[in-house]
């Protein structure tokens, strides 16, 4: 009899246990089939990381208050870092203008920058994407699907307060061979020497690479059947620079007259890009290259002196400026800028020589020579700097006021290329 009782015990906790987990399976089963809100179906996973602090000790909120503050809100990740399968660093960059932001996850640590450095590239195809330095230092490999050679390197250098971003473009150096050995060269009465300027700052090599000719220069650089797009002489006639550009292979070639009479050739690639902000001088104002108007800090004084003149149509073509000064050593009265206009016949500027005094202000560009075309364009200046002289060419394409290229050449006894594309 108690064996039955018991039996009917079990039987019917069994029978209970079986019921519960049915009604368990009913409860979870009604909670899948509970309708899903368009809302949340269309949610995107939570990405917030929390609040970002920079290196100047800003605090923003949220990850959306950092992209914010630097213009990226709307923008696609430019590049994404994963260590073993997490997250690890998201970059904001914009490349035409070279400006970006970034965030690296293991710390919070947010980074900024607006300018894009260079650096030379040995052409390795087996770069690593990342390295960690013995300081805590990082460098970033950024390919983005240009082949087998990265196309950017992202540094952070660890700083106490966070990390310090440099975004450097890494510039390959072209394989370009000349045609006769200086040997064969001495023998040739037509050989031709063209340096090597293609290195990320543009300093030619020491040693020439030797052609037959210019035209083999040209030929053996794929510009024989090519109009240069640079094509200069000076007012007087001499022959100053003949360039050639290839927006696709962004390699470029020049022949150019030196002072001595020489004519040599320089291989170049293009340097950077750039936004057009304007020439950054303006021309017709009686001030120094910065903006300083010597009148402001001088014309007080009873010593100062302007001298003006103009042509029949009302135009300037001298300015000269001047005060007492003791600044050589002795009191007498000193120029303090000195410019001189020349004109078209339809009025625009044809040219401007300007000279400021070298001790009171800036030594660069005192002084400098600015020629412009018909149209009021600038086309070429030359201007002094303390190690040597510089030359800017512009080009410009139809009746845009806008230069689509400018070459930037620097003469420090060896010549230094800057091709700047503009956007």
Not at 193 to 217: H, L, N
Request: proline share 3%.
């Amino acid at each position: 009899m108690k064996k039955s009782v018991i039996g009917c015990l079990c039987l019917l906790g069994i029978i209970g246990i079986i019921g519960c987990r049915a009604a368990e399976e009913n409860v979870f089963a009604e909670d899948l089939q509970q309708p899903v809100s368009v809302e949340e179906e269309m949610a995107e996973p939570e990405t917030d990381v929390g609040s970002i602090t920079d290196r100047e000790g800003n605090v923003y909120e949220t990850q959306e208050a950092f992209l914010t503050a630097f213009g990226f809100e709307d923008a696609e990740p430019f590049y994404e870092f994963y260590d073993e399968d997490e997250l690890q660093l998201v970059l904001y960059f914009m490349e035409d203008v070279g400006r970006g932001c970034g965030i690296y996850l293991k710390e919070n640590s947010g980074f900024s920058f607006d300018y894009v450095s260079e650096t030379s590239g040995d052409g390795a195809v087996n770069e690593p994407k990342f390295t960690v330095m013995n300081d805590g230092s990082m460098q970033y490999y950024i390919y983005r699907g240009y082949g087998d050679l990265p196309k950017y390197r992202l540094t952070l250098t660890k700083h106490k307060d966070g990390y310090i971003p440099n975004m450097a473009k890494v510039i390959y150096k072209p394989e370009i061979e000349g045609e006769l050995s200086a040997e064969e060269a001495m023998e040739e009465a037509s050989a031709f020497a063209a340096y090597d300027a293609t290195d990320a700052y543009g300093i030619p090599e020491e040693e020439p690479m030797w052609f037959y000719s210019e035209e083999s220069y040209l030929e053996s650089m794929g510009f024989a059947e090519t109009e240069p797009l640079i094509d200069y002489f000076d007012a007087e006639g001499k022959h100053l620079i003949t360039a050639y550009y290839d927006p696709t292979t962004e390699i470029g070639c020049s022949i150019q007259t030196m002072w001595d009479g020489r004519r040599v050739g320089y291989v170049f690639t293009c340097r950077n890009e750039e936004k057009w902000d304007g020439y950054g001088v303006d021309y017709m104002a009686f001030t120094t290259l910065d903006g300083t108007d010597p009148k402001e800090h001088y014309g007080t004084e009873e010593s100062y002196e302007e001298l003006v003149e103009y042509d029949k149509e009302g135009r300037v073509t001298s300015f000269i400026s001047s005060v007492e000064s003791d600044i050589t050593g002795e009191v007498r009265q000193e120029q303090l800028l000195s410019i001189q206009y020349e004109y078209y016949e339809n009025g625009n500027i044809k040219y401007r020589h300007y000279v400021s005094n070298h001790m009171l202000f800036a030594t660069s560009g005192s002084p400098s020579e600015s020629y412009f075309d018909e149209q009021g364009r600038l086309v070429y200046e030359w201007s002094y700097i303390t190690h040597g002289s510089l030359h800017d060419y512009y080009v410009y394409k139809g009746d845009s006021d806008k230069p689509s290229y400018i070459l930037y050449l620097d003469d420090n006894h060896d010549w230094c290329y800057n091709w700047v594309v503009v956007k």
